[in-house]
């Protein structure tokens, strides 16, 4: 099975998200595995008027979220059926595209740079980060962010059969690591779990000076 299959075998079995949250919310940014918990787009500082590309979009409901705030958006997954699904989801909110592409070939073939490049469980979270991190560096602009979530390391979450390593990290390493790559100002962190839950989230956010 080739890896865009496995992932869409892995998406077919998912649940689409809620169509409001808890405030009553059409569109929310969550950085991790719990509904209504955590931090929001502030993590980002101001959007509006700013390229976010996210890596591993999914249904792209983080990203649409984005760009409702004014950014322009570009999710990129390899797996096909993500495409469409977030099409039919979000295709109707000007400055949002879809593309079905495995992240490196995409940063690899692009010329076009960004402000913000994402990725909430997705590709930098599967990819190795000696990579891929280099990729991202060369097309965020001057002062942009790359900001990701994903479980701890011994987390159990998701490995489709094929989808190959999953880089777990922990906080420290992921400082040694993006600053190995150039990335300044790196923040990495455990957001705590929601009472009566045992696994928290990896939030990391990085600049490129
Ligand atoms: C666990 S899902 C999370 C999806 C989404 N970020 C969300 O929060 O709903 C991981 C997503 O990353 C995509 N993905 C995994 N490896 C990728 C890669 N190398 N390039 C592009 N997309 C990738 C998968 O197809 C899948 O849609």
Redesign the pocket.
């Known amino acids: 099975m080739s890896?865009?299959e496995s992932?869409d075998r892995?998406?077919a079995g998912?649940k689409p998200r809620r169509a409001v949250n808890a405030k009553g919310d059409t569109t929310w940014l969550n950085w991790t595995q719990y509904a209504d918990h955590g931090p929001n787009e502030s993590v980002l500082g101001p959007v509006a008027g700013r390229r976010v590309l996210?890596?591993?979009?999914?249904?792209g409901?983080?990203l649409a979220h984005l760009v409702t705030l004014g950014a322009t958006g570009l999710g990129?997954?390899?797996?096909p059926t993500?495409e469409k699904v977030a099409r039919e989801r979000w295709g109707n909110l000007p400055g949002l595209e879809f593309r079905t592409?495995?992240?490196?070939a995409?940063l690899r073939g692009t010329d076009e740079t960004f402000d913000v490049v994402l990725?909430?469980?997705?590709?930098v979270?599967?990819?190795d980060p000696d990579t891929l991190l280099p990729l991202i560096r060369s097309r965020l602009t001057r002062g942009g962010i790359l900001a990701f979530s994903h479980l701890p390391p011994g987390g159990e979450g998701?490995k489709p059969a094929g989808?190959g390593l999953r880089h777990d990290r922990t906080p420290h390493e992921w400082e040694r690591i993006l600053t190995r790559h150039g990335f300044s100002d790196v923040r990495a962190s455990l957001i705590d779990p929601p009472e009566g839950r045992a696994v928290g989230t990896m939030l990391v956010r990085a600049l490129v000076a």
Request: charged share 15%; hydrophobic share 55%.
């Open positions: 890896l865009a992932w892995y998406a998912n996210k890596l591993g979009s999914g249904s409901d983080n990129v997954d390899l797996a993500r592409a495995e992240a490196t995409f990725s909430i469980f997705g590709a979270w599967f990819v998701p989808a």
